[in-house]
């Protein structure tokens, strides 16, 4: 008797190497499953990479015409998911286009599988006439895997469907390496406490309450970490403030020596994004496992589940520069608390979020009772 291996195919819309959220998860999903039990592949676009197979994970990249609302059309997307045949079809949403290829394509399969990343936000216009499609495809899905259990309650798409719900979090490695050399950037900021922003220059990341906020807080640098469409605006903003003394931006960092040197040389860390469309913050853990205590907005997401109000730090109202300001200014004035919220984060990480523990909950995420055969 030999058992064969499970299939899992994941449909997003970018991939490895491309960064980001929904990636890394894919990508932790994908490192988590031994490749003795399942083959991995991934269907994405991409108009930079060739389909590759990569650490025994096959990507199926295709090409796509243009983006539009947060969705990469490509006919070769729909063509190539119209030849998958898999026991385990995963989508990653949100991604209303491949919900209509999925009705079109009609893809093989044994189990339909979602991983909810985010809430629709700011496409109400063009929802309405796909509103009915988005939930009747959650509707048919067998699974549905949540990074927090927050927005199994507040999220109107999933509401409905709270028995499907499988919360399984991200999670991070908790064991540091021990850092000999002197951290060159405490040293370049050496008279002046340092606040921390990472991810995507967008819009709903909100960095632009977190620069305003800088007019209001005395010796210290905010260095943001990331690039992105908005970035013209930020540099605008900075200097129209006279703020060049006082906010950095670093651009894209892909050294991750380099990155874990910035997490551990910064005081706070501040998440300032606006809209649920942040539903998760990996970014949040990156900082709390390095003991630093985190300044996020109060989204009703896996934002707040991350990092929790007064206990791994503090939380305030979206779009609210001055409520910034103040928290910023509070910690940076009670080196006490600013520590004892460092120490919960940590904490935090390592009893939630640890990889090592997570890891192998991977594999129950999958049913495997039902979907394997034997020969």
Same mark, same amino acid.
Request: hydrophobic share 40%.
């Given at each position: 008797?030999? =058992?064969?291996?499970?299939?899992?195919?994941?449909?997003?819309?970018?991939?490895?190497?491309?960064?980001?959220?929904?990636?890394?998860?894919?990508?932790?999903?994908?490192?988590?499953?031994?490749?003795?039990?399942?083959?991995?592949?991934? @269907?994405?676009?991409?108009?930079?990479?060739?389909?590759?197979?990569?650490?025994?994970?096959?990507?199926?990249?295709?090409?796509?015409?243009?983006?539009?609302?947060? !969705?990469?059309?490509?006919?070769?997307? @729909?063509?190539?998911?119209?030849?998958?045949?898999?026991?385990?079809? #995963?989508?990653?949403?949100?991604?209303?286009?491949?919900?209509?290829?999925?009705?079109?394509?009609?893809?093989?399969?044994?189990?339909?599988?979602?991983?909810? #990343?985010?809430? &629709?936000?700011?496409?109400?216009?063009?929802?309405?006439?796909?509103?009915?499609?988005?939930?009747?495809?959650?509707?048919?899905?067998?699974?549905?895997?949540?990074?927090?259990?927050?927005?199994?309650?507040?999220? %109107?798409?999933?509401?409905?469907?709270?028995? %499907?719900?499988?919360?399984?979090?991200?999670?991070?490695?908790?064991?540091?390496?021990?850092?000999?050399?002197? !951290?060159?950037?405490?040293?370049?900021?050496?008279?002046?406490?340092? &606040?921390?922003?990472?991810?995507?220059?967008?819009?709903?990341?909100?960095? =632009?309450?977190?620069?305003?906020?800088?007019?209001?807080?005395?010796?210290?640098?905010?260095?943001?970490?990331?690039? +992105?469409?908005?970035?013209?605006?930020?540099?605008?903003?900075?200097?129209?403030? #006279?703020?060049?003394?006082?906010?950095? &931006?670093?651009?894209?960092?892909?050294?991750?020596?380099?990155?874990?040197? &910035?997490?551990?040389?910064?005081?706070?860390?501040?998440?300032?994004?606006?809209?649920?469309?942040?539903?998760?913050?990996?970014?949040?853990?990156?900082?709390?496992?390095?003991?630093?205590?985190?300044?996020?907005?109060?989204?009703?997401?896996?934002?707040?589940?991350?990092?929790?109000?007064? =206990?791994?730090?503090?939380?305030?109202?979206? %779009?609210?520069?001055?409520?910034?300001?103040?928290?910023?200014?509070?910690? @940076?004035?009670?080196?006490?608390?600013?520590?004892?919220? +460092?120490? !919960?984060?940590?904490?935090?990480? %390592?009893?939630?979020?640890?990889?090592?523990?997570?890891?192998?909950?991977?594999?129950?995420?999958?049913?495997?009772?039902?979907?394997?055969?034997?020969?």
């Amino acid at each position: 008797m030999s =058992q064969e291996k499970i299939k899992i195919t994941h449909v997003t819309r970018f991939a490895h190497p491309h960064i980001g959220g929904i990636e890394a998860v894919i990508n932790q999903i994908n490192e988590s499953l031994s490749n003795e039990e399942f083959d991995k592949e991934v @269907l994405c676009c991409s108009n930079t990479e060739k389909s590759s197979i990569e650490n025994g994970v096959k990507y199926n990249r295709a090409r796509y015409w243009f983006e539009v609302f947060n !969705n990469t059309i490509s006919l070769s997307f @729909l063509w190539k998911l119209s030849r998958v045949n898999t026991d385990i079809l #995963h989508y990653h949403m949100p991604f209303i286009f491949a919900v209509i290829c999925h009705f079109i394509a009609r893809p093989k399969y044994k189990k339909l599988y979602i991983t909810y #990343h985010a809430e &629709l936000c700011g496409y109400d216009k063009v929802m309405k006439y796909f509103w009915w499609l988005y939930k009747y495809f959650y509707k048919i899905t067998d699974r549905i895997h949540i990074l927090s259990p927050n927005v199994m309650y507040s999220d %109107k798409i999933l509401v409905p469907f709270k028995h %499907k719900c499988y919360v399984l979090p991200f999670g991070v490695d908790t064991q540091l390496k021990d850092n000999e050399q002197q !951290n060159k950037i405490k040293e370049l900021y050496k008279d002046k406490k340092i &606040l921390l922003c990472s991810g995507r220059l967008v819009r709903f990341k909100g960095f =632009q309450y977190a620069i305003d906020a800088m007019k209001d807080v005395e010796n210290a640098v905010l260095l943001i970490m990331g690039d +992105g469409n908005y970035r013209e605006m930020l540099e605008e903003q900075i200097e129209l403030n #006279h703020l060049q003394n006082k906010v950095i &931006l670093l651009g894209e960092i892909a050294d991750k020596n380099y990155k874990n040197e &910035l997490f551990e040389a910064c005081d706070i860390f501040l998440l300032p994004s606006i809209q649920r469309t942040e539903s998760f913050a990996i970014v949040q853990l990156e900082a709390m496992r390095h003991a630093k205590p985190v300044i996020n907005t109060n989204l009703g997401t896996g934002v707040n589940f991350v990092s929790i109000n007064e =206990q791994t730090g503090i939380t305030i109202e979206p %779009k609210n520069s001055d409520e910034l300001a103040k928290a910023i200014n509070d910690l @940076l004035n009670n080196n006490q608390l600013c520590l004892e919220y +460092g120490r !919960n984060a940590r904490e935090r990480v %390592k009893i939630r979020f640890d990889i090592n523990k997570i890891q192998n909950e991977y594999t129950t995420l999958y049913e495997k009772s039902d979907i394997i055969t034997t020969t």
